[in-house]
């Protein structure tokens, strides 16, 4: 049977639960730091101001969540360190984990520094750039073999190093850019994150179940719980009405931590990969709606607009909670679908990944998602 498989001989389920402290630890740090941070934002002045165009909120909102974010993580990451003194593996993988953490804090101060002085997009790209390569540095990139392997093609040793460099800061622009694009109504972002890191979670457990990576299988852990830990900490003030917005600190943090996340799945079987690529579904198809919408009504590419899946529902009359909602409800079935690819055959998984995205695609053109009005406008229901 097709879910024969879900739990391996290697370890317990109840493995995981020996983690418990870094979900608690993180969610306490995030919750703790971003009501400091909403403190601190709105004393020295540091919010984002309405524009009546993209920017709809009616009153200055405070920013700096996404620092409330990574001192959750940060605390997170470091009890899980704590725990894995015991481990054999110890070594790689705090040096994975730090990796991780000093990547996404660069990420992180990129974004704030774009938040309080609106960086030229370039220099936002090369600090992304420089986070990607914190990941290379400590020896997270793709296992490439495992996909060329499937199809009998040699992988010379030099091209496989170019190729793995080239894919890593991939993703790590793609996530964090697509996060970014995301966060656009309150809880928005942070909701379909946490929903993302669930889902990669369950997968992560089901891998260390089968002792996929003696290395691998406790980082995805960790790094799982501490996500979901300082997202759900930072929801409480990000929720309609939001108290404080996460800004590009915040967006470029979880992106560049769902990147990592991915490309740690890619180190074994390739449906793992696939699996993830599908879990992050939502954001990749508003990244990929809004760059099409753009180029095909001849808009540039890389100014912002009210455009995107879920600000086009709002202007079709569905109200911000149900919006949020809905999405919620979007990214939990591109999740459901990733795990369930999880449990086939890769052959199987690659047909239902591209059936996924074709669906995908057919249906925003069938609802009218790459239509646009005016400049910065998205097109209005018709009577």
Known sequence: MIFDNIIGPHRPVTWVFEFWPILLSSFIGSL???????????????????????????????????????????????????????????????????????????ACIIGLADDIFDLKP?????????????????????????????????????????????????FVLGAANSLNLLDGLDGLCAGVTAIITVA??????????????????????????????????FLPFNRYPAKIFMGDAGSMLLGFTAAALMILLAEGIPRWWMASIVVFGLPILDTAVALVRR??????????????????????????????????????????????????RTRYAAVVHLFVFVISALVVW?????????LRGAVHKKN
């Open 295 to 344: 180029l095909i009504n001849r808009r540039p590419l890389f100014v912002s607009d009210r455009g995107h899946i879920y600000d086009q529902m709002i202007d079709r009359g569905i109200p911000l909670k149900k919006t949020v909602a809905i999405c919620y409800a979007i990214a939990g079935i591109y999740a459901i679908i990733g795990l369930v690819m999880s449990q086939i």
């Open 122 to 170: 370039s220099r936002k790209i090369l600090g992304q750039v420089a986070a990607a390569v914190a990941l290379l540095l400590v020896g997270i990139v793709p296992n490439l073999r495992s996909i060329t392997n499937f199809f009998g093609w040699p992988l010379p040793h030099n091209l496989e190093i170019i190729l793995q460099v080239m894919i890593v800061i991939f």
């Open 200 to 233: 990669m979670l369950l997968l992560a457990v089901h891998l260390a179940t089968w002792g996929a990576s003696e290395v691998g299988d406790p980082v995805r852990i960790i790094i799982c719980l501490g996500l979901v830990g300082c997202v759900c900490g």
């Open 32 to 106: 703790v730091a971003t009501w400091l941070c909403k403190k601190i934002a709105v004393r020295f002045g540091i919010v984002d101001r309405p524009d009546a165009l993209v920017k709809t909120h009616r009153e200055p909102i405070a920013y700096l969540g996404g620092i409330g974010m990574l001192i959750g993580l940060t605390v997170g990451i470091l009890a899980g360190i704590g725990l894995l003194r015991s481990e054999e593996s110890f070594g790689t993988a705090v040096k994975w984990l730090l990796g991780i953490l000093g990547g996404g804090a660069v």
């Open 366 to 374: 069938k609802k009218g998602y790459l239509k646009m009005e005016g």
